[in-house]
């Protein structure tokens, strides 16, 4: 059984990495920029995936997986819904509090 902070510091890895390898897939990519349908913020497309007919940044990609990971969320329609209530504030917290565990 992996503990919390294991799943979100092997998430990190894993999203990074699609991050990666679609800027060595297409390295124009890098100037491509999209609204992200979670964030709402101007984003690299590097990185992005769509799910469920919405596309994600590489930052909320990474909010999603964890979500998951964690059980925290189980579709990203949730996730939608959870950054328009604001209550997604408490998952980015929750992911910076690990974060911060982990450098101790
Ligand atoms: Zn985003």
Redesign the pocket.
């Known amino acids: 059984m992996k503990s919390e902070h294991e799943i979100i510091e092997e998430m990190q890895q894993v999203v990074e990495q699609m991050r990666l390898d679609d800027l060595e897939d297409n390295p124009d990519i890098a100037e491509e920029y999209f609204d992200?349908?979670?964030?709402?913020?101007h984003?690299c497309l590097a990185g992005s995936i769509e799910y469920e007919g919405y596309r994600?940044?590489n930052?909320?990609v990474l909010i999603a997986e964890t979500g998951f990971a964690l059980g925290k969320i189980k579709s990203v329609q949730e996730l939608i819904d959870a950054v328009e209530d604001k209550n997604l504030e408490k998952l980015c917290e929750y992911l910076r509090q690990e974060q911060q565990r982990e450098k101790n």
């Not at 992200?36 to 913020?41: A, K, L, Q, R, S």
């Open positions: 992200c349908d979670c964030c709402g913020e984003k994600l940044c930052d909320c």
